[in-house]
């Protein structure tokens, strides 16, 4: 049975940091993209950020670039998302995922086959 498990959400002050981290298990993602999504209340899930199967190549959306940081560790079956200078705006559930493929195809939303079931961000202003 595959799952991904997120923790690290909380809620934090405007400016401040926080570290998201994705297990997966019954899942080879070390051959996988994988992905982080948000979904924030009335607003439809948005793709934040990809990061290819090796590691190499990495997506954003805009509205995070320069603050967010994806990262993986293959041997861990990890994806980690390194939240910096948080801003209300960034209040919602973020969600984990495994894409179809080994590549993000170039953006941060790839074709998704499995999600977690999310972990909450709250940023105060």
């Known amino acids: 049975q595959v799952q991904l498990v997120e923790s690290g959400g909380d809620l934090v002050q405007a400016g401040g940091f926080l570290r998201l981290s994705c297990t997966a298990f019954?899942?080879?993602?070390?051959?996988?993209?994988m992905a982080w999504f948000r979904q924030a209340p009335g607003k439809e899930r948005e793709g934040v950020s990809c990061i290819d199967y090796s590691g190499v190549n990495t997506y954003y959306v805009d509205s995070v670039k320069g603050r967010f940081t994806v990262s993986r560790d293959n041997n861990k079956n990890t994806l980690s998302l390194q939240l910096n200078d948080l801003k209300p705006e960034d209040t919602a559930m973020y969600y984990c995922a495994a894409a179809f493929g080994s590549s993000c195809l170039g953006s941060p939303a790839p074709r998704i086959t499995h999600w977690g079931q999310g972990t909450q961000v709250t940023v105060s202003s």
């Open positions: 019954g899942l080879a993602s070390r051959y996988l993209a």
